[in-house]
């Protein structure tokens, strides 16, 4: 069994609980549909209801975690360990990335950029 490592945010977007987002998703929709619907409510809980469904989809878009691009300068250097699994034909590069985050603790996304650029570094030089 692996070690567990500690909670970090890089590692959780809102991607990984969808059902999160279509309730959001759903709550708007209703609460907009509803505002519109509802002829016989009070103007106020009218706007009330379009305020808050708007809300919702104005505070989802304006929330969401933008894809950002990893500065791969400021990450560790692969160890030479890492860069013999990442040259071996036999290994995957998912061990590789395993291996990467072990040593360095950084999150799965900047581990697999990492390796990359030094996969393609490694193709630069041997052509």
């Not at 209703?30 to 106020?44: N, V």
């Not at 692969?78 to 061990?95: H, K, L, T």
């Not at 996304?109 to 390796?115: C, D, G, I, K």
Request: charged letters at 20%; aromatic letters at 10%; a positive charge.
């Amino acid at each position: 069994m692996t070690d567990s490592k500690s909670f970090r945010v890089s590692d959780a977007s809102i991607r990984d609980i969808p059902w999160a987002v279509a309730a959001f998703f759903i709550l708007s929709i209703f609460s907009i549909a509803l505002g519109i619907l509802a002829g016989k409510l009070p103007d106020f809980w009218r706007g009330v209801l379009l305020g808050s469904g708007g809300g919702l989809i104005a505070a989802f878009f304006l929330l969401r975690p933008a894809p950002g691009k990893i500065d791969i300068g400021s990450l560790p250097q692969p160890s030479d360990r890492v860069m013999a699994i990442c040259r071996d034909s036999g290994s995957s590069f998912v061990e590789a990335v395993k291996a990467y985050r072990e040593e360095s603790g950084v999150g799965l996304s900047e581990s697999t950029a990492v390796l990359r650029h030094y996969q393609s570094q490694v193709k630069k030089t041997s052509e």
